[in-house]
C-alpha cells in the first residue's frame, strides 16, 4: 500500500459529459502528480500541483483541469469527454518539490476511465 | 526532448531464468534513472534507481547499471521468480523537474513455474 488514495477505482460514463477524480496524497507529501496511462501513448505526465499550487505542465489537454486543495487532496476535472480520453489516470505523491530530492513517486493504483 | 524507450515484449520466462530488459534514454544533461514496477491491479513502485554515471542501482535480486557512454539502463536478474510477474518501467528524471518522470512504454513480464 503506498498510502495515495484515488477514487473512483472505476468509471463509465459517454462522449460529451465531466468526470472528476479525485487523490489523497500519502500523509505529509505536498506535491500531487497526475499520469495518463493509454494504450496509444503510454504513461504521460499530465501536472504537478505543491502546495496547491501548479508547478508543471505536461501534455494536459484544455479540456482537462485540476486543483490542489488546502487538505492536500486534489482532483483532475475531464470535460466534454471524448473516446480517446479512455485511459487509467495515476495520482502519485512525494514529500518536496522536486521529488524528494530522488525522483521517487509514490502511485496510487489509478481511475480507470472508459467513455462510451 | 527527453526520451525513454525500453524493449516492450511481452517477455516469457521459466523460473529461474535470467532476465534482461533493456532501456536506452535521451535526454540533455545528467538525468537520474529508474526502474518501476507495476503488479497486476497494483500502481506503480520505485524498482530501483541511480542519479549518476556508472552508478549501480539494486533491490530485490534486481541490477541496473547507468552507463552515460551507450545512454543505457538495462535491467537484469540472475535468477526470476513466479512473483517476479510484472510490468516494468524504465524512467528518468531532470534536474529541477525531477519529479516529472519520462516513462518508456512498458515490459510485460510473464514467468512461468
Known amino acids: 500500500d503506498s498510502g495515495v488514495t484515488q477514487t473512483p477505482k472505476h468509471l463509465i460514463t459517454a462522449t460529451g459529459q465531466r468526470v472528476t477524480l479525485r487523490c489523497s496524497p500519502r500523509s505529509g507529501d505536498l506535491s500531487v502528480y497526475w499520469y495518463q496511462q493509454s494504450l496509444d501513448q503510454g504513461l504521460q505526465f499530465l501536472i504537478h500541483?505543491?502546495?496547491?499550487?501548479?508547478?508543471a505542465k505536461g501534455n494536459i489537454l484544455e479540456r482537462f483541469s485540476a486543483q490542489q486543495f488546502p487538505d492536500l487532496h486534489s482532483e483532475l476535472n475531464l470535460s466534454s469527454l471524448e473516446l480517446g480520453d479512455s485511459a487509467l489516470y495515476f495520482c502519485a505523491s512525494s514529500a518536496g518539490l522536486a521529488g524528494g530530492h530522488t525522483g521517487e513517486l509514490f502511485f496510487g493504483e489509478g481511475s480507470r476511465l472508459t467513455v462510451l | 526532448g527527453d526520451s525513454v524507450t525500453q524493449m516492450e515484449g511481452p517477455v516469457t520466462l521459466s523460473e529461474e531464468a535470467f532476465l534482461t530488459i533493456n532501456c536506452t534514454y535521451t535526454?540533455?544533461?545528467?538525468?537520474?534513472l529508474f526502474w518501476y514496477v507495476q503488479y497486476p491491479g497494483e500502481g506503480l513502485q520505485l524498482l530501483l534507481k541511480a542519479t549518476k554515471a556508472d552508478d549501480k542501482g539494486s533491490n530485490k535480486g534486481f541490477e541496473a547499471t547507468y552507463r552515460k557512454e551507450t545512454t543505457s539502463f538495462h535491467l537484469e536478474k540472475g535468477s526470476v521468480q513466479v512473483s517476479d510477474s510484472a510490468v516494468y518501467f524504465c524512467a528518468l528524471s531532470r534536474g529541477s523537474t525531477l519529479g516529472r518522470l519520462y516513462f518508456g512504454r512498458g515490459t510485460q513480464l510473464t514467468v512461468w513455474p
Open positions: 500541483y505543491y502546495n496547491g499550487e501548479e508547478r
Open positions: 535526454a540533455t544533461g545528467y538525468p537520474s
